[in-house]
C-alpha cells in the first residue's frame, strides 16, 4: 500500500502550490496524516500534522503560510503552500494510517493500513 503525492514543481519566492496526498481507493480513508520535507544534505522535516479529530500541527518555518487540510474525498488530504520561500525548496513526503477500503474482481477488501508512506514530490522555489 502506498500514497500517491503529486503537485509539486517549480514556483518563483512568494508563490503558492497545493500538494495532494491520496490514498488508494476512492472509499479510503485517510487518518492521522504527516507531511514531511527533505532537503539536499539535510535531515527529514515534520511539516504538518492532521489528526482524525482535525486538530492541526505546523513546524515554526511554516506557520501562517501552509496550510494542511482534507478534501471533500475522504482518501484525499492538501497541503496548501503560500509565501514560498527558496528555504522550502525539498521533496515532500506524506504518512499516514489509512482506512483501506478496495475492491478486487468484485471483492471488497478491508484493513487499516499504519505508517503508510508516498514516494515524494518535489518542491523547488526559486529566488
Known amino acids: 500500500v502506498r500514497l500517491q503525492a503529486s503537485g509539486g514543481g517549480l514556483v518563483q519566492a512568494g508563490g503558492s502550490l497545493r500538494l495532494s496526498c491520496v490514498a488508494p481507493?476512492?472509499?479510503?480513508?485517510?487518518?492521522?496524516i504527516n507531511w514531511y520535507r527533505q532537503a539536499p544534505g539535510k535531515q527529514r522535516e515534520l511539516v504538518a500534522q492532521?489528526?482524525?479529530?482535525?486538530?492541526?500541527n505546523y513546524a515554526d518555518s511554516v506557520k501562517g503560510r501552509f496550510t494542511i487540510s482534507r478534501a471533500g474525498a475522504k482518501n484525499t488530504v492538501y497541503l496548501q503552500m503560500n509565501s514560498l520561500r527558496p528555504e522550502d525548496t525539498a521533496v515532500y513526503f506524506c504518512?499516514?494510517?489509512?482506512?483501506?477500503?478496495?475492491?478486487?474482481?468484485?471483492?471488497?477488501?478491508?484493513?487499516?493500513?499504519?505508517?503508510?508512506w508516498g514516494q515524494g514530490t518535489q518542491v523547488t522555489v526559486s529566488s
Open positions: 504518512n499516514a494510517d489509512v482506512d483501506l477500503l478496495v475492491q478486487r474482481e468484485g471483492t471488497w477488501y478491508a484493513s487499516k493500513e499504519y505508517d503508510v
Open positions: 492532521l489528526t482524525t479529530g482535525d486538530s492541526t
Open positions: 481507493g476512492t472509499m479510503s480513508g485517510i487518518l492521522d
